[in-house]
């Protein structure tokens, strides 16, 4: 028999302030940069717990977080779990209507707000029903705001003491909150626990998963608002990595210039960011020492094998793909090239690259087909993956719409896929996303990816539209590049892709336009796009 040693997130806390107490937190602000250590962050979430006790705030209260990435928005990251309170990060990038519903969902007692993001929540404070105070995230004594009661973050600290004692605690108890970005009806709120937080940045740290290390610096793209910044500033902060927060809307040149200046070494973010890089790169002909970067991390939808080459033959940068979702916390894959495969030749080893990867040890997975039949792991059959284990949610927080999704213990994912002998999971689609043409299958984010590779597109996506006789077509809907907006063509694009699929998977169409809709965490926003060309006729 082992001891009963509760899974904690204060564990992760007192592990840095102690072993790593000099290592450093370093966020862009807009006066230049902030640097701080472990020991004044482990000193300032106790103040800040201490803070929020002193206005009510009780075990199972959730405390929202309405912020970019910055040192204050790590410290929220810590101080609702370790007083057992929840802490919920919120989109900022949500609709109105969307935001006023997951705070009156969640309940959130009091919400953290970044100054530049106030104006977002100030007319919709009225219609706030549980949020007792907002806490501007500044050192503004004196905010100027129309938010009811609104308070300073920095005087509350400053009112408090650095000595916190914990309540006591189950590793079961929930400890995060973070809403379904909301591709189809209302977002679905997802608890994680304290025990899934920590085994999840376990899982995150081992050497065949991202590896986080002391020796690491790294830098999350990925919004903190989005299903806890990929696990970032839990892994990071377990094994004593110094951190670089890019703080309020990083743009490529500032996300080139903090790689450059901090020598970070892991950076993690969707694909529209990675791509929107090289476009700056190419655009601005610049050039910066990415030296230090032993991987960046691409995730939320399909990075196109072009995009990797190009990282690889252009940056000498890994990007590496990885695969997650709200409901796992998020990370459930990650691509790394068994030994046995690395003697592939250079193109077939791009392709590898270009899937999902392999199940991060501790969850497992099926592959089944739509009578919920186990599928066979041979590269070409294709069904929906389900998942399992310690970090996947059991059920969303109170919402009906948890039986549609988890069925006799099993997340249904959506994701339509085929997984190879060697068990790497190559995605093709979101089954919503599909394109059902006599009956028969299209996969959009084939299409896209081999699209995405003519060197005169920046992005492309694949929406199917209605059809007299095949029900439904795809439809390539392109944005070119700056200086080939007045040269790319149908025909150049169609001839680029001819030779890689049958006749029939090809797009009945291309239409050129200037940018694709995106999601609230920089996914392509479809729903948009078929809504927009619902009525598109082929020629018309």
């Known amino acids: 028999m082992t001891m009963h040693y509760p899974l904690l997130v204060s564990n992760i806390l007192n592990r840095a302030r102690t072993a790593f107490a000099d290592k450093e937190i370093i966020t862009r602000t807009e006066d230049g940069t902030h640097r701080y250590t472990y020991k004044d962050m482990g000193a300032r979430v106790n103040r800040l717990a201490n803070a929020l006790s002193a206005l009510g ?47 009156n969902h969640a309940e959130d007692k009091v919400v953290l707000v970044d100054p530049d993001l106030v104006p977002i929540l100030e007319p919709l404070a009225p219609q706030m029903e549980s949020v007792e105070h907002f806490i501007i995230m500044s050192d503004d004594p004196e905010p100027a705001t129309t938010l009811p009661g609104a308070l300073c973050y920095e005087t509350l600290l400053a009112q408090a003491s650095d000595e916190f004692t914990q309540p006591e605690m189950d590793e079961y108890d929930p400890a995060g909150l973070c809403y379904t970005s909301a591709t189809t009806g209302r977002p679905k709120g997802v608890t994680y626990t304290h025990r899934a937080l920590y085994l999840h940045s376990m899982a995150e740290c081992m050497a065949d998963t991202s590896a986080f290390s002391e020796r690491d610096t790294t830098m999350a793209m990925v919004p903190m608002f989005h299903a806890n910044c990929w696990g970032f500033p839990y892994s990071s902060t377990m094994v004593g ?3 670089v927060m890019p703080g309020v809307r990083p743009d490529p040149q500032a996300i080139c210039e903090l790689f450059e200046e901090h020598k ?21 002909g610049k050039t910066y020492d990415f030296s230090s970067l032993r991987a960046v991390i691409s995730g939320g939808s399909a990075v196109p094998v072009s995009v990797i080459r190009a990282y690889k033959e252009k940056l000498g940068v890994d990007l590496v793909h990885a695969y997650g979702m709200t409901e796992a916390t998020p990370i459930v894959t990650y691509n790394r090239v068994k030994t046995h495969l690395e003697g592939l030749p250079e193109d077939e080893k791009y392709e590898l690259a270009g899937s999902q990867g392999l199940v991060v040890a501790g969850l497992e997975m099926r592959l089944v087909d739509e009578n919920g039949e186990d599928l066979p792991w041979d590269g070409e059959q294709r069904g929906e993956l389900l998942f399992r284990g310690p970090w996947v949610a059991r059920e969303y927080y109170n919402d009906e719409r948890t039986a549609e999704t988890y069925i006799d213990g099993w997340y249904h994912s959506g994701d339509i896929a085929s997984v190879n002998p060697d068990g790497y999971i190559q995605i093709g689609d979101r089954v919503k996303d599909m394109v059902k043409s006599g009956g028969e299958w299209i996969s959009s984010v084939d299409l896209e990816t081999a699209i995405i590779a003519h060197p005169d597109v920046l992005e492309a996506a694949v929406i199917a539209i209605p059809h007299p006789t095949w029900v439904e077509r795809p439809l390539a809907c392109v944005v ?24 029939w998977w090809l797009p009945d169409d291309v239409v050129f336009i200037d940018e694709i809709p995106k999601t609230s965490v920089g996914k392509f926003d479809k729903k948009v796009l078929r809504d927009r060309y619902q009525d598109y006729v082929v020629g018309g």
């Open 264 to 284: 970070v070494t892991l950076t993690a973010g969707v694909p529209t960011i990675w791509v929107g890089v090289l476009d700056y790169l190419d655009r601005s």
């Open 241 to 243: 990595a110094n951190q």
């Open 480 to 503: 070119p590049r700056e200086d080939a907006r007045d040269s790319l063509d149908r025909a150049q694009v169609m001839d680029f892709i001819r030779d890689k699929f049958a006749r």
């Open 57 to 103: 705030v009780k075990k199972g209260d959730r405390v929202g977080t309405f912020g970019w990435n910055t040192y204050r928005h790590l410290e929220a990251y810590f101080a609702s779990p370790i007083m057992g309170a929840v802490n919920h990060t919120i989109n900022i990038r949500l609709f109105p209507d969307d935001l006023v519903y997951i705070i």
